[in-house]
Antibody, heavy 118, light 108 residues
Framework: EVQLVESGGGLVKPGGSLRLSCVASGFKFSSYTMNWVRQGPGKGLEWVSSISTSSSYIYYADSMKGRFTISRDNARKSLFLQINSLRAEDTAVYFC????????????WGQGTMVTVS | SYVLTQPPSVSVAPGQTASIPCGGDDIGSKTVHWYQQKPGQAPVPVVSGESDRPSGIPERFSGSNSGHTATLTISRVEAGDEADYYCQVWHIRGDQGVFGGGTKLTVL
């Protein structure tokens, strides 16, 4: 079964840090661009960051440059998101999602991991 | 930055056709994807590109895109279609993904 499973969320104080993880199974992880998308409570989807297959190309939303770092480990079929200097407005469910390339649809999503900054 | 604009809500009676617009500057030149999200669940793609439907998505879901507006059309709407719908593009100039604000579809 093709699957993405996120972990690492939790309650953290403002100014703290978190490292989110997303583990893939059921497909060749190294062949896909991977993405993070977040959704604040009662709000819409917000694209956070994307990373190419070999980590050569990395992109961030303007509002997240500097505090967010995306990375991947193809050998461990894992995607990561490091978030530093957390703020209340970072409170959200963070989803990882797969796509074939930047312009392609996000075809597989994880169930999300909740980050609460308070 | 690139902005996609969706109406907050659309209402339609069962069996009728729902049209959900997504406005953006010259969006007709971009590849638009549509996602359905039900409460407490992850988004699910329903239409990608010109009008490709992922496996398992009914033919009732279709997309169009021209000029400054892309549209998701749901024919013969059913109660189970009630959900939030989001459009999404990759903005090449800014190297960024962009989602619309989302539209809540209510089936009357």
């Amino acid at each position: 079964e093709v699957q993405l499973v996120e972990s690492g969320g939790g309650l953290v104080k403002p100014g703290g840090s978190l490292r989110l993880s997303c583990v893939a199974s059921g497909f060749k992880f190294s062949s896909y661009t991977m993405n993070w998308v977040r959704q604040g409570p009662g709000k819409g989807l917000e694209w956070v960051s994307s990373i190419s297959t070999s980590s050569s190309y990395i992109y961030y939303a303007d509002s997240m440059k500097g505090r967010f770092t995306i990375s991947r480990d193809n050998a461990r079929k894992s995607l990561f998101l490091q978030i530093n200097s957390l703020r209340a407005e970072d409170t959200a469910v963070y989803f990882c999602a797969r796509s074939s390339w930047n312009d392609a649809v996000f075809d597989i999503w994880g169930q999300g991991t909740m980050v609460t900054v308070s | 930055s690139y902005v996609l604009t969706q109406p907050p809500s659309v209402s339609v009676a069962p069996g009728q056709t729902a049209s959900i617009p997504c406005g953006g500057d010259d969006i007709g030149s971009k590849t638009v994807h549509w996602y359905q999200q039900k409460p407490g669940q992850a988004p699910v793609p329903v239409v990608s590109g010109e009008s490709d439907r992922p496996s398992g998505i009914p033919e009732r879901f279709s997309g169009s895109n021209s000029g400054h507006t892309a549209t998701l059309t749901i024919s013969r709407v059913e109660a189970g279609d009630e959900a939030d719908y989001y459009c999404q593009v990759w903005h090449i100039r800014g190297d960024q993904g962009v989602f619309g604000g989302g539209t809540k579809l209510t089936v009357l």
